[in-house]
C-alpha cells in the first residue's frame, strides 16, 4: 500500500548517524544520499522506501503527534536490536521491545529519532 515514507528533519549529518545503524537492524541501508535528503531501502528494491529530508518548503522540520512510522522486522531479535541502535544512536525510549496486545505475535518496540520523529520496529511472526 504504501510507495515511501518522508520524514523531516532540521539536521541531516546527524540524521544520517541516527539512521545508517537503527536502519541496518532491519536490513535497510541507505541507497541515496544527497545534499537535501538521504533515503533508505533494502538492497533488491526498486526504490527507496524511507526518506529523510529538509522540508521543500524550506521551513523547520517537526514532529506530529500522533504520527508514526512503523518498519517490518522478520524476527523479534531484530525489534530488539533496532530498539537498542535507536536508543544508542540518541534517540528516546517510547516503548521497550515486548509482547503488544494489537494480536497474539505482535511484538513491537518504540523510539522516537533526534527529530522527534516517532519509529516503530514489529515483528508479527511467531518465536
Known sequence: ?????????RDLARAI?????VMATLGYTRL??????AGYGREDDVRCRLWITY???????TH?????LALAADRRAAVDAFHAAAIAQGGQDEGAPGLRPY????YAAYA?????NKLSAVCETPE
Open 1 to 9: 500500500m504504501l510507495l515511501y515514507v518522508t520524514l523531516g528533519t
Open 17 to 21: 548517524a541516527f539512521y545508517d545503524p
Open 32 to 37: 541515496v544520499t544527497k545534499d537535501v535528503e
Open 55 to 61: 522540508p521543500f518548503d524550506q521551513q523547520p522540520a
Open 64 to 68: 506530529g503527534n500522533g504520527s508514526m
Open 103 to 106: 494480536h497474539a505475535h505482535f
Open 112 to 116: 522516537r529519532d533526534p527529530d522527534g
